[in-house]
């Protein structure tokens, strides 16, 4: 016996699939705990030659830690396989089902943990309506500090353009006469990459404000957790 038939008039194949699904969350200490069932199902499909019945022998490599059940006969069950027997008649086609079973948890720390994996737990099936409001409420905090942060980034950049821009604009002032109408043209230049960097400094101070608030509203959040 194997596996895959080692009689060449009988045919054995196999298809898999696993499925993870969140069946419980709790949260303390700013830590998001998640219960989560994991299933793998292996079928078998035998079919037996046109002449004569079999009886088939399948050895089923086993996923470690994982409680196992079939709709075959089980011969024998070992931590790393599976031995199962079925009988099949003459031309005819049989499935074997083999489920594997775990309850795995995670831990998910609120503090670190995107928005869109917070959103994700807190569209749970059947969880505490009070964890799932509490979860859009944090990652709602995280998306406008994130949106803060890059108002930040964007400023900085501009500051930086416009500073490069100012030393290109001074060195060619340096080779021009001071009257002349370009060099009029670059001080006009230099007095709008003036204004563009205060404005760009302005915006970061303020959007630097906002990341601010935002966070110690992230804070208070997941210490009410």
Known sequence: FAAFAADPKTRLTRERDSRETIIGL????????????????????????KEEARAVMID???????EVTSDGEVV?????????RTDVAAGA????RVTETRIDAEAVHLSEAPSDTLL????????????????????AIKTRVADAERGIERAER??????????????????LPETSD???????????????????????T??????DRERKALDAAIAAF
Not at 60 to 66: E, K, Q, V
Not at 133 to 138: F, G, V
Not at 206 to 211: H, L, S, V
Request: charged share 30%; proline share 3%.
């Open 26 to 49: 709790s949260a303390r200490d700013g830590v998001l705990n998640v219960k989560k069932s994991l299933a793998w199902t292996t079928v078998y499909h035998v079919a037996a030659p």
């Open 60 to 66: 089923h490599a086993r996923i470690g830690g994982t």
């Open 76 to 84: 024998s069950s070992e931590p790393e396989r599976l031995r199962l």
């Open 93 to 96: 086609t049989k499935d074997i």
């Open 120 to 139: 994700f737990y807190a569209s749970t099936r059947g969880a505490d309506p009070a964890i799932m409001e509490k979860l859009k409420a944090i990652a």
């Open 158 to 175: 501009t500051v930086a353009r416009q500073a490069d821009e100012q030393e290109r604009i001074r060195a060619n002032l340096a080779a």
């Open 182 to 204: 370009s060099a009029k043209s670059y001080i006009a230049k230099l007095a709008r990459s003036e204004k563009a960097i205060e404005e760009a400094e302005a915006e970061r």
């Open 206 to 211: 303020a959007e630097q404000a906002k990341a």
